[in-house]
Structures are given as structure tokens and as C-alpha cells.
């Protein structure tokens, strides 16, 4: 049996560091307790080294640090000085925050046992396949075409890239079968978190102001997930809206900082981060 956690569980994602007012954020994050986890839902930066910076750095003051990875640190982007695509950039993710104490979702989901537990954590890797489909349109074809007369088309486009699928949806498809065989064996007794960067479910997309973007925002594949895994909560981020929702019962937390022009229009930044799961009074 796992020793007792007293820390809280906490979570935050969209950490964009690459902008000098959210490095100057993250920099000044503190844990409340030095037993205090972190889940982290991707986007922490564009480029290689600024992720290891602030893993690194994140898991130097909290007692456990959980990543799954965003689209941004899958981009192979021009000033990268390492240009991995695909996988293969995946894979050197996953190896450098195990040479840093970060858990990915390569590991083997750790139990966080605060009050509220035993819980088991889950980091999901699962992409999208553009089945979010843009309003009016039945194909990823008729979706694509109207998000680029619409002039919404994401930075995926042309800096994620899915080496050796032949395209993003086909990796999507490849994670979820993967993925959902790990949690299957998780022990059906236990709860779940489940941190992933995009949302499970296809719901919270629904206040996007541009809908087109949907597509770029998750699968139909996993819209029961927080069900069939028994979620205390799911943990996301992507859309930068930060905020509380229920789905069936089930909490969905949206943990994004975002961009400084975003957080700005809300009178700062939001309180990060969030409290997922109490620790010991």
C-alpha cells in the first residue's frame, strides 16, 4: 500500500512560456506543501529546451510532477535546434522528462492517496482526428474546407507532424487503442484522474467563439471515457478557458493560463493552480 500523500493534488496546463509575462508567472509558482503533486496538461512552450527548463524547474519544488503532452511541444518549429518529427520528437519528450523525475504517459500511473483517495492518475496522450467536425459539414474534408474560408485553421496544419503515419488522425486513433488498454487494467475498485490536453468529450467546445477550431479539439472516441473510467475528475486544457463544468456527474476542469492577451482581457491572471483533489488539513 502506497504511503499516505498530505499534500494536495493541483493541476494547470497552457503554460506558453515562450511569453515573458507567463515564464515570469510559472517562475514564481510555489507549492503550498513539499508534498504537493502537480499535473501538467501540455503546452508548457514551443520549444524543446523551454519545456525541459520549466519540467525541470516545476519538479524541483513540487513532490511529483505529472506532463501530458499539448500540440505545441509535439510542433517541430523552424528555430527548434531539435528538429524531431512525430514520434520520434514524442519519444525524446518522454525520455527527457524521465532523465528530469516527471511522470509521462510511458509510466506507470502513480496512486496519489490524500484524503480523498486512493486515486489513481492518469496522463493521457491522445491527439484528435477531426471528428469534432465543424458545424454543417459531415466529412474531415467539408470540416477543413470551412475552417480555412472561415480563416480558423491551426498551427497543426503546418508544424505537427505525424511521422510514420501518414496523417494525425491515424496516431489519434493509435493512442486511444493504446490508452484505453492501460486504464482497462487499472483495478476496477480504484477512481480516476484523468489529465489529458484536450477535453474527453466533445461538450465544452461548445464555447469556443470560432466552432471551426473544434476540430483540432479532441475525438469522438473517448466522449464516455470519464464514465467507463470512473473520473473524480478529467483535467484539461487547449481551449484556454478556464472553468469548472459536469458532464454525467463528473467534474471537467479546464486548467489553462494561456496566452497573455487572453488572461489580460480577464483581469489578470487566473488562480493557478488549481486544486484538483485536498490534501490533509
Known sequence: MN????????????LHVSYADNRD?????????????????????????????TLKLLRGRFGTVVWAPGNHELWSHPSD?????????????????????????????????GPDGPVVVASLFLLYDYS?????????EESLSKAYDAGVVCTD????????????????WDRVARTETKLAAIDPAL????????PLLRQPTDVLWYPEFAQWCGTERTADWHLRFRAAAAVYGHLHIPRTTHYDGVRFEEVSLGY????????GPPLMPRRILAGAP
Open 3 to 14: 504511503a499516505r500523500t498530505t499534500g494536495s493534488l493541483y493541476a494547470i496546463s497552457d
Open 81 to 113: 535546434p531539435v528538429q524531431l518529427r512525430g514520434t520520434r520528437r514524442y519519444e525524446a519528450l518522454v525520455r527527457m522528462c524521465q532523465d528530469n523525475g516527471v511522470l509521462t504517459p510511458e509510466d506507470p500511473y502513480p496512486v496519489w492517496t
Open 132 to 140: 469534432f467536425r465543424a458545424p454543417g459539414t459531415r466529412t474531415k
Open 25 to 53: 508567472l510559472v517562475d514564481r509558482l510555489e507549492p503550498e506543501s513539499d508534498d504537493d503533486w502537480l499535473l501538467v496538461g501540455g503546452d508548457v512552450a514551443d520549444l524543446f529546451g523551454d519545456v525541459e527548463r
Open 260 to 267: 497573455p492577451r487572453e488572461w489580460g482581457r480577464r483581469g
Open 191 to 198: 477512481p480516476t484522474v484523468l489529465l489529458s490536453h484536450w
Open 157 to 172: 496544419e503546418m508544424l505537427l507532424h505525424p511521422d510514420p503515419y501518414p496523417d494525425r488522425e491515424s496516431w489519434c
